[in-house]
């Protein structure tokens, strides 16, 4: 019996720092155009990513160099001051829809928009990761 109980320390401090690596970061979405695409990007605090939707599924890990620059893009976006949802005055047909969920706020943004410079760099950021894969 007191062999067990330091065993099962350890298990339960490894079960809790699986966790929190398992905790999302950020969600991105990204969603039709002419093929009609739908790709997925979820990536958690400690850097592992899920990429899924139609160009099928792949896992990576970010850098830290690449996590720290995301997660300071997305600090500096400032989700809290941002609309819920920025769209052109005209529709543009075929055109493509990002989300990102950052700290409880989903941010959608169609083609065509106008919205600040500090979603764009998040929005790039996320579509080059997407892109590359790493």
């Known amino acids: 019996m007191r062999r067990l109980i330091p065993l099962l320390t350890v298990v ?50 970010l850098s830290t160099r690449r996590l720290h620059a995301l997660k300071r893009d997305l600090e500096a976006a400032r989700f809290g001051s941002l609309k819920r949802r920025y769209r052109p005055s005209r529709t543009v047909f075929d055109g493509i829809g990002q989300s990102v969920r950052y700290r409880g706020k989903t941010v959608s943004v169609s083609s ?15 579509a080059r990761l997407m892109r590359t894969g790493s």
């Open 12 to 61: 339960a401090a490894l079960t809790g720092a699986a966790s929190a690596d398992a905790k999302r970061l950020t969600r991105y979405d990204v969603g039709g155009g002419i093929a009609g695409r739908v790709d997925h990007l979820v990536i958690s605090t400690g850097g592992t990513a899920t990429q899924s939707g139609s160009s099928g599924e792949h896992r990576f890990k």
């Open 112 to 126: 065509g928009a106008r919205y600040p410079k500090r979603l764009a760099r998040v929005l790039e950021r996320l």
